[in-house]
């Protein structure tokens, strides 16, 4: 069976730094891709950003370019999530999906894990 387990989320104050986990098991890791999307109260899911296991290639929305970093450690099975400067407008539940690379399909998600960013 496949998992997606996201944790990390917090309350923080503008300005701060967070980082999320997205631990995979039930796949083999190398062979995917997993990305991070966020859903704010209200509003419809977005992507966040997304990098291909196997060469490490990321992606991101303009949002969060330059503030946020995307990475992995294969031996863990983990994908991070690393949020800098964070503001207000950040404060979301934050979802790990697989697989989000081009021509993919968003098969397997997380259960989420709130941010909240205060003011």
């Known amino acids: 069976e496949v998992q997606l387990v996201e944790s990390g989320g917090d309350l923080v104050q503008a300005g701060g730094s967070l980082r999320l986990s997205c631990a995979a098991s039930?796949?083999?890791?190398?062979?995917?891709?997993i990305g991070w999307f966020r859903q704010a109260p209200g509003k419809e899911r977005e992507g966040v950003s997304c990098?291909?296991?196997?060469?490490?290639?990321?992606d991101y929305a303009d949002l969060v370019k330059g503030r946020f970093t995307i990475s992995s450690d294969n031996a863990k099975s983990t994908v991070y999530l690393h949020m800098d400067k964070l503001k207000p407008e950040d404060t979301a539940v934050y979802y790990c999906?697989?697989?989000?690379?081009?021509?993919?399909?968003?098969?397997?998600w997380g259960q989420g894990t709130q941010v909240t960013v205060s003011s």
């Open positions: 990098i291909i296991i196997s060469d490490g290639s990321t």
């Open positions: 999906a697989a697989d989000c690379g081009p021509g993919s399909h968003l098969e397997y």
């Open positions: 039930g796949f083999t890791f190398d062979d995917h891709s």
